[in-house]
């Protein structure tokens, strides 16, 4: 008889990475239902009870590392909260439920289910502020972009690589007023700009597949929960981040060092930001270019979603038809 070989933490994770996928569906569901209705507050908060019904049906012992916020004014999936039968494999959890709250509720694509589950101790425990970001996919050599040249560098570097004319580069960035300099220095290198109005989480993993996606290149300042969530679907498809975060005021910094960062200026790769293996799921709450949104029908109820396993590099777009619908 084959004697087991694979380590019980390892086979654990393997298990967890169909698991994670019920997680994001039922929050993705629940958000769904109160798509278009112009209430963000109810619509993540739908998001949020089922993520953590779920999570703590999982055999782990997690605790929120990114979460909805700090203890007082996020009474669930608080950073610092225990989820899961908690009599399991200790492990870091990154939660977004509800990505892209406004596109929910104005019923516009892009919205998104997410969660990231990490070995213990490894994700950056990020606070809820600014971060600046730059990303491409996998395919390129070390460096070839960098958070610090110019963005017209970048794109003149990225598109040598690439071996194309700096024409044929688009480059993703949140439609921001602070990003006015950023996107018409990006457009001077002869690059075409693609604007989002939220949801840079799936803004960064376009970059992994630019042949499908027309993405070669995401920019510019996002959230920092996001940018860990990013960071950990990179770990697990490939490519290149770098990120910095913006700590402006003193106030901004004096939360950073409670959370645990030493250096302010401190520029984050993805191994820095997403220190051991993961797992990465999404699942689609509006139809979005990477993901379907949910699907009411009358007797099904179709999800789709994306699961990422960094140990094998392993992607599974899973498309679901959920038929026992008194469980959502
Ligand atoms: C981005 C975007 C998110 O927040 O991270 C953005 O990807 C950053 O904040 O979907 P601002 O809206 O203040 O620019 C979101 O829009 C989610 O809140």
Redesign the pocket.
């Known amino acids: 008889m084959a004697s087991i070989t694979v380590p019980h933490a390892l086979m654990l994770e393997r298990i967890l990475s169909l698991e994670i996928v019920r997680v994001t569906e039922r929050a993705a569901v629940n958000a769904a239902r109160l798509r278009g209705r112009g209430d963000e507050k109810a619509a993540d908060q739908a998001a949020v009870d089922a993520m953590r019904r779920e999570l703590n049906n999982l055999p782990i012992d997690g605790t929120v590392v990114i979460g909805e916020g700090e203890m007082d004014e996020a009474p669930m999936l608080f950073i610092g909260e225990r989820v899961g039968s908690k009599a399991g494999f200790k492990v870091d959890i990154a939660v977004d439920p509800l990505?892209?709250?406004?596109?929910c509720a104005k019923n516009m694509p892009g919205a998104i289910a997410t969660l990231a589950i990490a070995e213990d101790g490894t994700l950056l425990h990020a606070p809820d502020i600014?971060m600046d970001k730059i990303a491409v996919g996998p395919g390129y050599p070390g460096g070839v972009v960098d958070l610090d040249a110019p963005a017209g560098d970048n794109i003149l570097n990225l598109a040598k690589a690439k071996g194309v004319r700096p024409h044929a580069i688009t480059a993703m960035i949140?439609d921001?007023p602070?990003h006015a300099d950023l996107i018409a220095a990006v457009r001077k290198a002869g690059a075409a700009v693609s604007l989002?109005?939220?949801?840079?989480?799936a803004?960064v993993i376009h970059t992994a597949e630019p042949d499908k996606t027309g993405i070669d290149i995401y920019l510019g300042?996002?959230?920092a929960p996001?940018g860990v969530l990013a960071a950990a679907a990179l770990r697990c498809i490939g490519g290149q981040m770098q990120c910095r975060l913006v700590l402006d005021t003193e106030e901004k910094r004096a939360r950073a060092v409670k959370m645990g960062i030493a250096d302010p200026r401190r520029k984050y790769r993805i191994e820095d930001m997403v220190r051991g293996d993961c797992l990465f799921a999404a699942t689609g709450v509006t139809d979005g270019r990477m993901l379907r949104g949910v699907k009411f029908g009358n007797r099904v109820i179709e999800t789709e979603t994306v699961v990422m396993r960094s140990v094998t590099g392993t992607v599974r777009w899973i498309h679901a038809e959920h038929r026992q619908l008194e469980k959502f």
């Open positions: 990505e892209g709250t406004t596109l600014y949140l921001r602070r989002i109005t939220d949801g840079d989480i803004g300042i996002g959230g996001e």
